[in-house]
């Protein structure tokens, strides 16, 4: 089983439409984050939490929200959703010390299509 | 400020031909540094990471080297595959562990 799940995997929504990406993972970390890749562009932070009640904006977060409703969920939110949010979304979770290494691991994504 | 600069792509090569994708970084204090790799329709997963100069990490036949001295994480592989046509991100950690910084990723096609 994934230890990092993002649900949908796929949406289609229209210009001004709500729509909440979803993530859970059973790793015990504390930290999650969410991102968006766009082709040429890397992956652009978009929230972090280091916990349940530690929310921190990224580099990207105009449009968005998020809410951390236990340890192991982080969900993103587009209030109006519009065409330039098309992207691929990712999820990521990281542990605070136990390796040292702090390496972050990735969900499979949730690719997003306003139209 | 963090930032990490890879090279663009893409990349096409040979089976079993030498690759090198350059990486260098800028960074306050002590960074641990990181590759990762994206395989068509998945997420990224870790290939290989160093946490201190001269650190080489390995994994999987591809080797780097944390390089202080000019800031540099140069991904090597000596004899690729076609299994190994995907995407390659270069990134960092500041030494709190609280932010990371990805490089703009360099695609990977390996030709049989």
Redesign the interface.
């Given at each position: 089983d994934a230890d990092v799940t993002q649900t949908p995997r796929n949406r289609i929504t229209k210009t001004g439409k709500r729509i909440m990406l979803e993530c859970s993972q059973t790793k015990g970390h504390d930290r999650m984050y969410w991102y968006r890749q766009d082709p040429g562009l890397g992956l652009q932070l978009i929230y972090y939490s280091f916990d349940v009640k530690d929310i921190n904006k990224g580099e990207i977060s105009d449009g968005y929200s998020v809410s951390r409703q236990a340890q192991a969920k982080f969900s993103l939110s587009l209030e109006s959703a519009i065409p330039n949010q098309t992207a691929l979304y990712f999820c990521a979770t990281s542990d605070k010390n136990g390796t040292g290494y702090n390496e972050q691991f990735f969900g499979p994504g949730t690719r997003l299509t306003v139209l | 400020g963090n930032s990490v600069t890879q090279m663009e792509g893409p990349v096409t090569l040979s089976e079993e031909a030498f690759l090198t994708i350059n990486c260098t970084y800028t960074a306050t204090g002590y960074p641990?540094l990181?590759w990762?790799v994206q395989y068509p329709g998945?997420?990224?997963?870790?290939l290989l990471?160093a946490?201190k100069a001269d650190d080489k990490g390995s994994n999987k036949g591809f080797e780097a080297t944390y390089r202080k001295e000019t800031t540099s994480f140069h991904l090597e592989k000596g004899s690729v595959q076609v299994s190994d046509s995907a995407v390659y991100?270069c990134a960092l950690?500041s030494p709190t562990?609280?932010?990371?910084y990805?490089?703009?990723?360099t695609s990977l096609t390996v030709i049989p």
């Open positions: - | 641990s990181f990762y998945e997420g990224l997963q870790l990471k946490t991100f950690t562990g609280n932010q990371f990805f490089g703009t990723g």
